[in-house]
């Protein structure tokens, strides 16, 4: 067991999980009783996730390959498998879906202890869910940590395939090659999502832009899986046609994702222009409020 | 520890073991390296009053007239995640100043860095946790020492700068676990050497050697004898309230002798101190009354054949009425084990009534150092005398501490007033524990302090309440960081 692990009960009555770098918002509904159950199977299996990881870390910042070796732990496992279905179309290691199939763990261990109504694991935006047939989720997309306003929304239910949610951009925590604001990406399981937003993250882009500061990703993060790999650090004045450009090169890797990669949808944001690409559930952009439409 | 690699530091608060570079932080976001220094910077947390559901946190000004009322509708900056460099050479994170009434008042908030610190425990048993002055370990290694037996309680005293700083490294790492979870309300399994094995956890009752304590004793052996001698009278000839410190004897005891109890020619083992009132009937442990009795006839020497007489009836019980044995003496004088008459019942059960639960509590007791008190103010004695004088007042996470008398700021907090998993650690190993000081402005820029530091709250409010992450599910705000991969 792990002694650093933090549980914490949130006010409104979610869960806060910490260890290490990972920070889980949980929430189960049910009968109390199965509720508790879920929270109880939830802790036990968080415990040692995070030494699990650790012991594989070197396997997981590798580039994944069709030679790469099966790796021991379940959650890495679920890592490998989400970035496979990716390593024909861009560079991408296992850690591109950390956060995801963390998520999709602990989700597992608690609908595995307890028959619940609905459940979410949000590990920093990267939400793995669980519904049954009658039940849905309302999801909120926002564009930037700094500025929580909803650019759209999305609502999942149980009839539909989605079980996974993630979002990725250059101001998250973890580094991007892109310049996207944020991109949510609905797919199957969380895992692939996550793997899934990071990879249509990079594609928004525009090469070599003169307002865009970038940095090799080794001089932030001297262990980062990216290397050299330049990374985005700020984005510059850019013009509307700029804007469509990059989110076009972003939307054409989306399309590829959702004919050829299973996944359900994905919605790119960049500044002030959102793209919606696949059909998904029924996500869609916010109606832009009055006081936008004035300025 | 840190290993220095260039200008990296390498973070060992987990085991993703990552290099940070000058001016970054590590994968969590929330340990950094400052100047070479590992240093850690979670949020802030901003306790509001309405929303808390941790119960109740007293006020933290000095004059409730000013605060009452109006303090439960604005939030506290309580310093839990402030975070804090060390040594305090540059102002605390956060100096907060709120106009209440008109009248200016600053907080000083601020995380500090304790390796002076400990947790003393008080453990609600009769059972013999092991002798004074032994050591206490937790995963094998020594964290702390047994002090004193208290009424019904047994002390310990764990960490402090020896164990943490002078042991070693294993030491001071468990040591500092140990206080981590101790503080944060979490269960920590101790042992006593040449004692027992204990299960402490803030709020709950001690598990001891694998059982669990239920009561804490209404009184020693004697003051039970003294509290239902009354209730004896007449349906019983002797009783014995068998105790590690005080055993009581009815019919010797003034209590006895009063109500006009009659001689019973019994005769104890043991030092009598008083009459009817016997020390070390019995060697300590985890038997009846703290004794290591499990057959209370034990500490009985015998009957002088003189006063006792055939039929004679005794009722033995333990302090907590938890173990008792009615026995009626044959024609030898033998006493014989024999059911406990139901008039008797009543009494027993009785003293379990008095007693109250049993529970360990946790204080947690550091001093705020001189370069601590430097980043409240620029001149660090001033704060102190300001603490002495009743002009600052002393916080812990918002909870009231109790300041030690004589020289430096050594405080003393209730770990369960303050919120959860409100304490951390760095690897040095020192224990990262909340701390503010609340002075009215004036008072403030009076003992040189940072007045230009100062924030108004609603700013720091404003500012820290935009940390939140970019997915919203299900309309609530979750509040963890950025993506974590």
Redesign the interface.
Known sequence: MSARAQYTRLPDGRRHFHDGPIDLILQAFGADDAVEAAYAAAERRFASVLDELCNELPLLRAPSTPMSPTPEGRVARRMSRAVRRFEAFHFITPMAAVAGAVAEEILEAMTGAADLARAFVNNGGDIALHLAPDERFSIGMVGSPDRPALFGRATISGQDATRGVATSGWGGRSFSLGIADAVTVLARDAATADAAATLIANAVELPGHAAIVRRPARELDPQSDLGERLVTCDVGALTSAEIEAALARGAALAQRFVDLAGIEAAALRLRDQIKIVGAGPTLAPRERELIHAQG | MTDAVDD?IRCD???????I?PG?T????RYANEDGKLVRVDPHVLLDRT???GGPISAFAKDSELWSGELVKQPFVTAIGAGTTYPDYKPAPFIVSSQVDGVDMVTVVTEGIYSYCGVKLKIDTDRHLGPECATVRADGEPVGHITTGEYGSQMLSLGGVNHLTHGGKKEGRVTC?TLL?LS?GKPVELTVDGGASVVVEAGKAPIINGGLEQRMRVGCGSATIGMFARQWFGKVDEVVVVDDHITGVLSEHQAGKLIGARDTGIKMKGRRSTPGRYFHVAEPGTGWGGTNVRDPLDIVAGFNPKVAWPGMTLLMVSTTGEQHAFYRLDEALRPIEAELPDNLKESVERITENCEPALCTVLFMAGAGGSLRAGVTENPVRLTRSVRESLTTVTAGGAPVYVWPGGGITFMVDVSLLP??AFGYVPTPAIVAPIEFTLRLEDYAALGGHVEEARPLEEVVRRHA????????????????????
Do not use: H, W
């Not at chain 2, 608060?13 to 290099?19: G, K, R, S």
């Not at chain 2, 590590?26 to 976001?29: H, N």
């Not at chain 2, 599910?473 to 960081?481: C, L, S, T, Y």
């Open positions: 990296k608060a987990c085991p993703v073991m990552c290099y570079r970054l590590g994968a969590c976001d929303i808390s559901q676990e979870n944060n959860r998993n935009e940390r939140t992450t970019n997915v919203f599910v299900n309309g609530a705000i979750p509040r963890a960081g950025r993506r974590a991969s």
